[in-house]
């Protein structure tokens, strides 16, 4: 089966969906510690006992991360496995047309018909093929490791991104009933609610001083992976065949540095290998924000000039933009339905019944927004995006 986004997706959503998991279950945990069934007549001898129970929660924040990281660990084996394995696969077949194309047209000057004798032959792997995908592996191990694992639990070198939020949690509720708008209950219903809402911080911090959430690294640590683990292979392998040359695949929906060169054929050299064609690396190849960055759904088909064939849809650039940010509108309403759930779990936690009444009304307008939405603008509803895994 070639790969497609699709098939990357299924492969590295789970990741995701792990991670997410683990976030949901730790505010819960955060919860059921601060919940409170009689309202303390001392504020400060409730501090007193709930930080007494921080070991209770970091024993359990570190089971729930154990569990975590053993469903994770072989999805990410098996998803960079999968897209190296299926990359030089994919390539493959996709010369293979090329090469019966050229057979049956006597095109002999084709460099890959003339090497192979008239019987096409995929080349072995690359010699370092086995070795890149264990360090491709190990990397994400030692990333996910660093910044989540070594980031969430208190150990001798210091307190975990848990512990921090839980007592931070506590001081903010100390501070709102000394002002004397609310009682001990209300207080830190609404506090952890209101973290929740801001995600479990990782240990990495972009270049603009921004701290990730927990699900936010995951996701693009693993996204990131499955790309440049596509790039990689997809260069060598192109290598092999004698080729730098690539029809870039079209989407309906492309972030604006793709949009100016989907549908069209680029080369993987910096200068561009041929004066003809543009090179990918002036649409930000393998940068974050551009061609085959985090994000891209975009695939390389191996172009032989002379031979092959543009049959990609030309999409209209600033339609194509426009149908973009409507996608990245739908992902933000997604988001918003995700927190509105997680919110709803935390308040069923304290049995604040006026709390569960107000949030079961925002999922509900929150999901009627996204129905009509995607009604207006003729887009997909992703109900697996709005679910919450716990």
């Known amino acids: 089966m070639a790969i497609t986004p699709e098939r990357m997706y299924e492969y590295t959503e789970p990741v995701t969906d792990a991670y997410r998991r683990l ?10 510690h601060l919940k409170t069934e009689v309202e303390p007549d001392d504020v400060f001898q409730w501090q ?25 660990e072989p999805l990410i084996r098996q998803a960079i496995e999968y897209t190296a394995n299926e990359t030089i696969r994919t390539i493959d077949d996709q010369v293979k047309v090329v090469f019966d194309r050229a057979s049956s047209e006597w095109i002999t000057e084709f460099i890959v018909l003339a090497s192979m004798g008239g019987v096409f ?13 264990r360090q491709q592996i190990n990397r994400t191990f030692r990333e996910f490791n660093v910044f989540i694992n070594e980031t969430l639990i208190t150990t001798t070198y210091g307190e975990g991104a848990v512990a921090r939020m839980y007592r931070r949690i506590i001081e903010e509720t100390i501070g709102r009933v000394m002002s004397g ?33 927990l699900e936010r690294y995951a996701e693009s640590t693993i996204r990131s992976t499955v790309n440049n683990t596509y790039n990689e292979f997809t260069i060598e392998r192109m290598r092999q065949y004698g080729t730098d040359l690539v029809l870039v695949s079209s989407l309906p929906d492309p972030r604006e540095a793709c949009s100016y060169i989907q549908g069209r054929v680029a080369s993987l050299s910096y200068p561009s290998s041929n004066p003809k064609y543009p090179s990918v690396y002036d649409f ?16 390389f088909y191996a172009w032989f000039e002379g031979i092959s064939e543009n049959n990609q849809i030309q999409y209209d650039i600033d339609e194509a933009q426009e149908r973009y940010k409507l996608s990245q509108q739908q992902r933000h309403y997604e988001r918003q339905i995700r927190k509105a759930k997680r919110a709803l779990n935390i308040a069923k ?6 709390l569960i009444k107000r949030y079961n009304n925002l999922i509900r307008t929150r999901q009627a927004k996204v129905r009509e939405f995607v009604s207006k603008h003729n887009l997909p509803r992703r109900y697996d995006r709005e679910r919450l895994i716990i």
């Open 181 to 213: 708008r609310k009682t001990v209950q209300e207080a830190v219903s609404d506090t952890v609610i209101r973290w929740s809402q801001r995600g479990i911080s990782s240990g990495f911090v972009d270049r603009g001083g921004r701290a990730w959430s």
């Open 23 to 32: 976030e949901d279950v730790l505010f819960v945990l955060i919860a059921q």
């Open 48 to 72: 007193s006992d709930k930080i007494s129970q921080l070991q209770s929660l970091d024993r359990q924040a570190i089971k729930e991360l154990s569990k975590t990281t053993g469903i994770a």
């Open 349 to 354: 936690v304290f049995g604040d019944e006026e």
């Open 121 to 133: 032959t995929p080349p072995p792997k690359p010699d370092n093929f086995n070795f890149a995908v």
């Open 284 to 299: 930000g190849y393998g940068e974050p924000w551009g061609l085959r960055g985090v994000n891209c759904r975009h695939r």
